[in-house]
């Protein structure tokens, strides 16, 4: 295999598991192949494990947890150690986007601009809640006629399995392993098949860092047997997961099984609503960003463009032209402004609802399917006029197609953007005041954002209601989500 060469630096071509601060190969010496989406060449190899790479790294987070160095640490310690991290993740921060864009065949500056500095900003904003990590006195009449100070401390919740999604993994990694390294406790990743580079990094990081052996190990091979046995695993307490509703229901429903905890980050289908009265060009552009950034592999993606009825043809046709105009091919290439999707099952999963949007009668006006030669490349895609009973209106398609809907007035509106399975992000475009207020009060979602799509910042819970998950990321809900609330009660008298 050649060597990777990015404008940043030698990105690996040889991965292996690290488990307690050490590189291994799998026992039985199998390995996957990370294959490149742009020319479907290899990229990469890496180690692929299986139960006894599991049981290994899950011991070594479980005796590191329960006797190491590291629960010995006080919270202040552990956020200078988490602060190490951040500075060394800064130092490889261009290296790290490279990683995850060679990965997915995204636009380098994509993750240069999004993702790492999110990803820095959230290890920080970790490290600063280490030791601040606070319980509560409350006051109570006594028990059994005798006074009593009852007070609650928070504690790590223990051995964690973060199992990851490809598509921005670097990021999504971090929102994990640094409220829970904030928290107290020790992990064990798993990430995408597709996508192991970046989180080998990060342990490697960690171990440069000072952070004890044993903390931070990643174990890479697939879901079905490696995501597996960790939720399975008697020694795993909590399991934090971000990928497809369908995986995150087969989690939920195997960890129930021991009351191991979970967190659930899941899909969407995330509503942009545009009222008439807002700034149009202000509307579009995030519009645009919402349904094609990362080619709409994003969970809080805007796929769904609800407008009002009178503006819609004319919005939908803007929206169009803009879709038009993208420059699609390799993103290495100068220009270049939007590369393939991941992997072969999603350029078949896109093309399926494409020919769905086309057969259930929705109009065309940008993009389509495109013939398949080589490499994993979709056209950004405009359906408008639709209904918001379509397939296209209604699943998840996890690529860049924008389906716009028409509305009549308010009450319609939420009605259409609240008439899914799903409730993860949403956007209201609105000049008035108090309709923004109103719309954000009656949408079903985790985040709404007003004049503005998807914004998150590493002080801002992340989440999902209804099929999109349950628990917060991010924010001080994203480092308790790694802690058990104990109440003490002591008799005073
Ligand atoms: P996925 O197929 O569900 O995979 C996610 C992770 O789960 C991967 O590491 C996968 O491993 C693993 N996995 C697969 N089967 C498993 C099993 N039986 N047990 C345990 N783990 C298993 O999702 P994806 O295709 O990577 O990501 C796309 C989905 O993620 C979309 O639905 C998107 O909306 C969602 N997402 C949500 C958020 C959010 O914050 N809410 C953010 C990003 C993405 P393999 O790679 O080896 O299959
Ligand atoms: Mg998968």
């Given at each position: 295999?050649?060597?990777?060469?990015?404008?940043?630096?030698?990105?690996?071509?040889?991965?292996?598991?690290?488990?307690?601060?050490?590189?291994?190969?799998?026992?039985?010496?199998?390995?996957?192949?990370?294959?490149?989406?742009?020319?479907?060449?290899?990229?990469?190899?890496?180690?692929?494990?299986?139960?006894?790479?599991?049981?290994?790294?899950?011991?070594?987070?479980?005796?590191?947890?329960?006797?190491?160095?590291?629960?010995?640490?006080?919270?202040?310690?552990?956020?200078?150690?988490?602060?190490?991290?951040?500075?060394?993740?800064?130092?490889?921060?261009?290296?790290?986007?490279?990683?995850?864009?060679?990965?997915?065949?995204?636009?380098?500056?994509?993750?240069?601009?999004?993702?790492?500095?999110?990803?820095?900003?959230?290890?920080?904003?970790?490290?600063?809640?280490?030791?601040?990590?606070?319980?509560?006195?409350?006051?109570?009449?006594?028990?059994?006629?005798?006074?009593?100070?009852?007070?609650?401390?928070?504690?790590?919740?223990?051995?964690?399995?973060?199992?990851?999604?490809?598509?921005?993994?670097?990021?999504?990694?971090?929102?994990?392993?640094?409220?829970?390294?904030?928290?107290?406790?020790t992990v064990v990743i798993k990430?995408?098949?597709?996508?192991?580079?970046?989180?080998?990094?990060?342990?490697?990081?960690?171990?440069?860092?000072?952070?004890?052996?044993?903390?931070?190990?990643?174990?890479?091979?697939?879901?079905?047997?490696?995501?597996?046995?960790?939720?399975?695993?008697?020694?795993?307490?909590?399991?934090?997961?971000?990928?497809?509703?369908?995986?995150?229901?087969?989690?939920?429903?195997?960890?129930?099984?021991?009351?191991?905890?979970?967190?659930?980050?899941?899909?969407?289908?995330?509503p942009q609503v545009v009222f008439?009265?807002?700034?149009?060009?202000?509307?579009?552009?995030?519009?645009?960003?919402?349904?094609?950034?990362?080619?709409?592999?994003?969970?809080?993606?805007?796929?769904?463009?609800?407008?009002?009825?009178?503006?819609?043809?004319?919005?939908?046709?803007?929206?169009?032209?803009?879709?038009?105009?993208?420059?699609?091919?390799?993103?290495?290439?100068?220009?270049?402004?939007?590369?393939?999707?991941?992997?072969?099952?999603?350029?078949?999963?896109?093309?399926?609802?494409?020919?769905?949007?086309?057969?259930?009668?929705?109009?065309?006006?940008?993009?389509?399917?495109?013939?398949?030669?080589?490499?994993?490349?979709?056209?950004?895609?405009?359906?408008?006029?639709?209904?918001?009973?379509?397939?296209?209106?209604?699943?998840?398609?996890?690529?860049?197609?924008?389906?716009?809907?028409p509305f009549d007035d308010e009450?319609?509106?939420?009605?259409?953007?609240?008439?899914?399975?799903?409730?993860?992000?949403?956007?209201?475009?609105?000049?008035?005041?108090?309709?923004?207020?109103?719309?954000?009060?009656?949408?079903?979602?985790?985040?709404?954002?007003?004049?503005?799509?998807?914004?998150?910042?590493?002080?801002?819970?992340?989440?999902?209601?209804?099929?999109?998950?349950?628990?917060?990321?991010?924010?001080?809900?994203?480092?308790?989500?790694?802690?058990?609330?104990?109440?003490?009660?002591?008799?005073?008298?």
């Amino acid at each position: 295999m050649t060597k990777l060469q990015s404008e940043a630096g030698l990105l690996p071509t040889e991965m292996f598991h690290f488990i307690n601060g050490i590189e291994v190969e799998s026992s039985d010496g199998a390995r996957g192949e990370l294959i490149n989406p742009v020319d479907e060449t290899v990229l990469a190899s890496y180690s692929f494990g299986g139960v006894a790479e599991v049981d290994a790294a899950v011991s070594a987070a479980r005796s590191e947890f329960d006797n190491g160095v590291w629960s010995s640490l006080s919270g202040y310690q552990r956020g200078c150690l988490i602060n190490k991290l951040a500075d060394l993740v800064e130092r490889d921060a261009d290296l790290i986007a490279d990683m995850d864009a060679v990965c997915i065949g995204r636009v380098p500056m994509e993750p240069r601009i999004l993702d790492l500095p999110n990803a820095i900003q959230t290890i920080r904003t970790s490290a600063g809640w280490a030791d601040k990590i606070e319980g509560r006195t409350i006051p109570t009449p006594g028990y059994l006629g005798r006074a009593t100070l009852s007070y609650t401390v928070n504690e790590p919740v223990g051995v964690v399995a973060a199992i990851t999604p490809w598509n921005t993994p670097f990021m999504i990694t971090c929102w994990k392993v640094a409220p829970l390294l904030a928290a107290g406790c020790t992990v064990v990743i798993k990430p995408s098949e597709e996508t192991p580079m970046s989180a080998l990094h990060l342990a490697k990081l960690a171990k440069e860092a000072g952070i004890p052996d044993g903390v931070v190990n990643v174990v890479t091979g697939s879901g079905s047997v490696i995501g597996n046995a960790l939720v399975r695993h008697p020694s795993v307490d909590k399991i934090t997961f971000t990928g497809s509703p369908a995986v995150g229901q087969h989690i939920q429903t195997e960890a129930a099984k021991d009351f191991k905890r979970v967190s659930l980050e899941l899909g969407g289908k995330s509503p942009q609503v545009v009222f008439s009265d807002a700034d149009q060009d202000e509307a579009l552009a995030g519009c645009a960003m919402g349904i094609f950034f990362n080619q709409g592999q994003i969970c809080a993606a805007g796929s769904r463009i609800l407008v009002q009825r009178d503006i819609a043809d004319e919005f939908a046709q803007k929206l169009a032209d803009v879709a038009s105009n993208i420059v699609v091919g390799n993103p290495q290439e100068e220009g270049v402004q939007m590369g393939p999707v991941c992997k072969k099952a999603q350029l078949d999963r896109v093309n399926y609802y494409i020919r769905e949007g086309v057969a259930a009668g929705a109009s065309l006006l940008a993009g389509g399917e495109c013939p398949y030669e080589k490499g994993w490349f979709v056209r950004p895609t405009v359906f408008a006029a639709a209904t918001n009973d379509m397939a296209i209106a209604q699943q998840e398609i996890f690529g860049p197609v924008a389906t716009v809907i028409p509305f009549d007035d308010e009450q319609d509106a939420v009605e259409i953007a609240n008439g899914t399975v799903y409730g993860l992000g949403a956007t209201v475009w609105t000049s008035d005041v108090k309709r923004a207020h109103r719309m954000a009060k009656k949408i079903k979602a985790g985040a709404v954002g007003v004049n503005c799509w998807a914004p998150i910042d590493a002080r801002l819970p992340w989440g999902g209601v209804k099929q999109s998950g349950s628990g917060r990321e991010c924010g001080l809900s994203g480092v308790m989500a790694y802690t058990e609330e104990k109440v003490i009660t002591v008799v005073t008298d």
